[in-house]
């Protein structure tokens, strides 16, 4: 679906991205991990074409995004950021309405299909008990919750998720990570996770891939890619790889030193 | 006889009396000032005080004048100390004046009192009304050596003032509106010289009832007592006419400008405190009762 | 239910304008002159429907001339203050920014000045104009050191806004040293705006500006919503923010310089318009736009009229009765801190 071909990016002189390449299937739920500075978020900001890379190509089935018109990208691909600072209280179906802006055009107003393809996200992301209830008033979690059913409104084929567990306690991780696992699995939504929490990543990602220093070390199973070897090269650091006992998937356990 | 002791006695009374050095005074505004006696360097501080001295007679004794004082010509020549707002101390100094003299009416007490504590003799005038120019006249006179020149001037103006007087005694008093800011409409209320002068000249100012001395009107009020006569103060008499009587020509409901007597009015002759107020006072009256001064 | 539909917008929009037109009968029928009541209206009526018009020749003038055309201008600048108002709060994603914020006032400010200064009055339509033009440069310097690698950023913008603003304001100070007692009067009456300085003639001059320019952003109403979620957010939605930006901070402007022009700086009436309207009609552009607009009218028709009635016959400016009500209510806001989280 997404054919990510050699692209290097630099905001000024040097490369935070050099000859990135990398496949997504659809329907894949893609974790992409790597120490900060390694690029994470630009990479996940090209993907959907808030800066555009100065060397090298995206395909979204064979077309270029550049070529894609803004609203165009929008209806494919949809991305839930890390934070939002609430300037104004909106309620959250308001918030959630405006997922269906890249259908609308200059209309001014939503349809009643809109309406009823937000109330359908919100159902699905569970949070249809907040549609009344102003933003700023809602806890962490639920307001997360609330932008996930704002990206679903979308209907995309593709979401992005950058660091998404962060400051959420670990119930609302797990109902988090949970909602987003049933997306991709039951409705087929290929979904990418940027996050700093490898544990998480291996636990539910198909594939991961790990950057360093803007250049891909590792793409594969979560089991290929974090060995001990893997993450003490690109994080410099001794840790202790175990298996997840349900699942099997690798667990990183630190060291002291 | 026992002469030259009693003389040397006479004398060591009679010394210190004989030859006074400066008047000790108090000028109009409650201030003592110790003035010499003939003063030989004078700065003025206002365009009307300048106008007083000349007046007088004085010429080479005044070194400095304001930027705002344009009259009479010769004013223009002399150093330019400053304005109402902020004056040149250095350059005041450098003039080395035994009196300067200034208005209430214009200069701040933060000025005066720096000119006090710089050492320097400051007499203010504060005339308030007609009389009080006539008042400020005769003690500038008195101040600058100048007494007789100064009693002549205040007889001038009363005699002219008494004919005005005489001539409108009995006319009926036209409805005068004296506009002096044209955006916002300031009007001249009581208190004010110009509301003064209209009454002197046989007027009725419109806004004579005002508390305050330049009250700013709305057009409505203006509309609402159809004034017979519009005064309007200019610093550029001859130039603004035709704007003027245009602006007012879409309040045709107003008897000034049903019969076309809007007139514009020099604001040195009729704002400022000097002797030529007594011009601005015949204009006016010329304005109120056309047929009485052919 | 919550949600702005187009039914809700007409239906407050209505409601409004209703407490619009009760506002400007007010206008017209108050005054420091006495004007019977019902007569006010009557003439009022009268020469709309066309025909005879009752009343005096000066009490028509009164109604006509005077408190008529000025109620509709001060309408007009109130909705366009407004309007722009809560553009720039959107715009700048900052609720404390006002149209001034971004230096188009002390653009008009210095072309007013000028103006005067080269002898023009302010009855003429040659002041409106040359104050017109320097807001317009304005506009388009900051625009052009806003600008940071050729995009716009609210940040740059509202830098150069305020640094360019300062410039400008050191010019209006060198004008202030300069000038002759008379026009001092009149530069200050005019920073602390005010109607009475208006012609009404500039009315028709002013009228497209203001009104092209608020439909032109009322269309932008939806986008402005989201962009206020930020810029990646509004990205990733299809907005072309870039293109948002450049088109509210041009029209904007656009409204805030021919309102400028003709009456001077009024105060407050950008700042607390929008959050006012906000407070009761929440934050969604679609609805707040035609709300602010009309409550700005009504707003600042009525503080002109007790501008006018206050100390009748003395007449105040408009600036100090706006500033008079939006510092306490701001501090109300403040307190209350109903609108946001921000403040």
Redesign the interface.
Known sequence: MIDVRSISFRYHQNWVLQDVSFRIQKGSFIGLIGPNGSGKTTLL?IL?H?LSPQQGDILFDQIPLKKM???????R???V?QE????????A???V???R??Y?G????ESSKDLEIARKAMEWTETSSLS?RAM?EVSGGERKRVFIARALA?EPELILLDEPTTNLDIHHQRDFLDLILTLNKERGLTTVMASHDMNIASEFCDQLILLCNGKIDRVGHPGEVITRENIERVYGCDVWVDRHPVSGAPIIHLLKK | MRIFPTLVLLLLIAWPVSAPAAHHLVDEVGRPVTVPLSPKRIIALAPNVTEILFGLGLDQEIVGVSIHCNFPEKAKTRTRVGS??SLDFEKIVSLKPDLIIGTGAGNTKDMVDRLEKLGFSTYIIFPKNFDGILTSVRHLGQVVAREKEGLVTVRSMESRRQRVINLTRNLTRPRVFMQ???????TVGRGSFADDLISLAGGENVAAR?E?MY???????V??R?PEVILVSS?NPKGNYE?VVQ?WS????IPAVQHGRIHLMDSDLIDRPSPRIVEGLEEMARLFHPERFK | ??????KKVILISALLTLLLLGVILLAVTL???RVPFRLSIQILIQSIMGGNVSG???EQ??IL???FPRAILAGLVGAGLSISGAVFQALL?N?LADPYILGVSSGAAVGAIAALLLGL???SLGLPLVSFLGALITVLLVLTFGRQDGKIHPNTLLLAGVIIGSFLSAIIMFFI?IS???EL??II?WLMG?F??ANPQTLLTVFPYVLGGCVVVY?Q???L??I???E??A??????VERLRLICYLFASLITAASVSVCGLIGFVGLIVPHGS?LIF???H?LLIPASGLIGASFLIASDTLA?ILL????L?VGVITAAFGGPFFIYLLRTRK????L
Do not use: C
């Open positions: 900001k959907y808030h018109s803004r609203p165009e990208i929008a209806k691909i949809a991305m950021a939002t600072h609430i300037l104004f209280p909106f309620t179906l308001e918030v309405l405006m997922g802006s890249p609308l200059h209309r001014l107003f009344e700023d979308q | 109402y707002i002096i800011g044209e955006a916002p409409i300031v005002e305050r009250p700013r009107w709305g057009m409505e009020e509309l609402n159809l610093m704007k602006e879409r309040w045709k409901m | 239910m919550k949600l702005v539909t187009p005054g420091s002159v005096s020749d000066t003038a009164i001339s005077l408190r994603r609720p009055s302010t009855a040293s002759q007692r008379e009067r009149t009456f005010d009475s300085l269309l109403a939806r986008y919503n989201v206020l979620f930020g990646e957010n990205l990733q939605l299809g907005v072309n906000r929440g934050p969604d679609r006018r009748a016959p003395v007449e400016p609108t946001m989280k921000v």
